[in-house]
């Protein structure tokens, strides 16, 4: 199958630093990449859908000023969290559509952020 | 109601059983319809994939759409230990922008 990857893995910092969070589309092209934010022991929360070379659509109640998104190339986007807090905290997870594979997403392993 | 139901369990099944994974949708729209296994703490992993209705098997894994119902179902036969993680329904339709539609995913626990 398809190969996501994401870096870091995990990251932890302080209150008021912004964090970037890379996800890469390794043996596929990807002209659509998604976020998505996942709470212990709930489903995932799709964020923002992130196009090659346009900009990002961010769903309902997403702040798209405190979370950046890029999608530069067909193999890379980042998520960054401008001025991180603790209610940041979460895990945070991205995919990219195959479009060889109708509607099929595949995801990254997840990045974990704890703001303290 | 959500457009995607999903009993979030917890189920507990012994070694060697027959799990029985559902979801139901009420958007008439989805055609495309996919089975996710999470472990804990990682991304979610891509299982099965069924376009419209019908079967699809592979290996000790079955997935069964049934649209007429607004039904799908995903059978694991012999479950392992290994089996042991959340499973996500998630589907979508020409419409959606591709995005994925998640049920609320099922955590199951296979003892042995």
């Known amino acids: 199958g398809a190969v996501v990857s994401q870096h870091p893995s995990r990251v932890i910092c302080k209150s008021g630093t912004s964090v970037k969070i890379e996800c890469r589309s390794l043996d596929f092209q990807a002209t659509t990449m998604f976020w998505y934010r996942q709470f212990p022991k709930q489903s995932l929360m799709l964020m923002a859908t992130s196009n090659e070379g346009s900009k990002a659509t961010y769903e309902q109640g997403v702040e798209k000023d405190k979370f950046l998104i890029n999608h530069a190339s067909l193999t890379l986007s980042t998520l960054t969290v401008t001025s991180a807090h603790p209610e940041d905290s979460s895990f945070y997870i991205c995919?990219?559509?195959?479009?060889?594979?109708?509607?099929?997403?595949?995801f990254g392993p997840g990045t974990r952020l704890l703001v303290l | 109601q959500k457009e995607v139901e999903q009993d979030p369990g917890p189920l507990s099944v012994p070694e060697g059983a027959i799990v029985s994974l559902n979801c139901t949708y009420s958007?008439?729209?989805?055609?495309?319809f996919m089975w996710y296994r999470q472990y804990s703490r990682k991304g979610p992993e891509l299982l099965m994939y069924t376009y419209s209705s019908g079967n699809k098997e592979d290996g000790r894994f079955t997935a069964q759409v049934d649209k007429s119902s607004k039904y799908i179902s995903l059978f694991i036969r012999d479950s392992q230990p290994s089996d042991s993680a959340t499973y996500l329904c998630a589907m979508s339709g020409d419409n959606q922008g591709g995005k994925l539609i998640f049920g609320q995913g099922t955590e199951l626990s296979v003892k042995p």
């Open positions: 958007n008439s729209a989805f055609q495309y």
């Open positions: 995919s990219a559509g195959d479009s060889s594979y109708q509607e099929t997403q595949y």
